[in-house]
């Protein structure tokens, strides 16, 4: 087919470019007949895991929508095709965009596929995590994580340049509610503010010296913090922020691929969890050999068959 086009359409050109990656045998036959020389201009990834499309999706629609980026057209139902305008701006639409190049928000997404909550958005969740370990002593469970989840992210629309910002005000405010609520009064509402902040300590399992517990006793005191503070104070203390780096993130694997606990049902108990906790700290490369191992496992792919 590519030698009959170069006999029928003879063009003046630099080099031939596939695209889609299904015109490969086409362009080669053309650059073989035309003597112009053939090329991969286009480079496809082949592979995007799971929790990394919502990231690739985001950056497309930001793209778009500052005008950086033009949608061109869709290939074969999956691969499409930009002009970045800075250097084609004579580049025309020839289709409808996706419906993925519509900006959604974190619930939306989270909703969508629980995945979401990984990739650029793991650095949130691990923060609430945090809270949530601080504010209790135990790690979060998976119903009532990706409820709190799902409050946080209710119109928070990642990418944005206020973004951040808006979840650091979202954090504050669901820190305050745990601080207001039942369960809290019940657990802390008979301590004083140096046991309670010896408590805090305690859940977090960080090591602190006298002088630290009492500016932070001495702060809820005075006024100048209140238990809400508080615990965020400890959820972002550099040494729990790195402790748990690990095992917060092996957790919201189990949340995000598998929807559950890491002791719920095919596991009985968390010596999974213990191995892969393990396989994480053993190399460098551990958190990534986990998600690949998630993405492979057989139940998250009997999940998405369903």
Request: hydrophobic share 40%.
């Amino acid at each position: 087919m590519g030698r009959r086009l170069a006999a029928e359409h003879p063009v003046d050109a630099d080099l031939v470019i596939p695209v889609p990656e299904s015109g490969t045998p086409a362009a080669v036959g053309y650059a073989q007949a035309s003597g112009i020389p053939y090329g991969q201009g286009l480079v496809k990834n082949g592979y995007v895991g799971p929790e990394r499309r919502q990231d690739y999706a985001a950056f497309l629609a930001r793209g778009v929508a500052a005008g950086r980026l033009r949608f061109v057209n869709r290939f074969d139902g999956a691969d499409d095709l930009y002009a970045v305008v800075k250097t084609e701006p004579g580049a025309r639409a020839e289709a409808s965009p996706p419906a993925e190049l519509e900006l959604r928000d974190w619930e939306t997404l989270l909703a969508q596929d629980p995945v979401n909550i990984l990739g650029q958005y793991a650095p949130w969740a691990q923060a609430l995590y945090r809270v949530r370990l601080v504010e209790r002593g135990s790690v979060p469970r998976y119903a009532e994580f990706m409820q709190d989840a799902a409050e946080l992210g209710r119109g928070l629309v990642p990418g944005s340049e206020a973004a951040q910002a808006d979840f650091d005000t979202r954090l504050r405010a669901l820190a305050a509610g745990l601080a207001g609520g039942a369960e809290f009064r019940a657990r802390y509402g008979e301590l004083n503010d140096a046991q309670f902040v010896a408590r805090l300590y305690e859940n977090a399992g960080v090591a602190s010296d006298p002088p630290e517990r009492a500016a932070l006793a001495d702060a809820l005191a005075s006024g100048a913090a209140t238990r809400a503070d508080a615990v965020l104070k400890l959820a972002a203390d550099p040494r729990l922020v790195e402790r748990e780096r690990n095992r917060s993130l092996l957790l919201l694997h189990y949340f995000g691929f598998l929807r559950r606990n890491p002791d719920d049902p095919p596991d009985h108990d968390t010596s999974g969890f213990d191995f892969w906790l393990a396989q994480m700290g053993a190399a460098p490369d551990g958190p990534d050999r986990i998600a690949l191992a998630f993405r492979d496992s057989i139940e998250y792919k009997r999940m998405k068959e369903k």
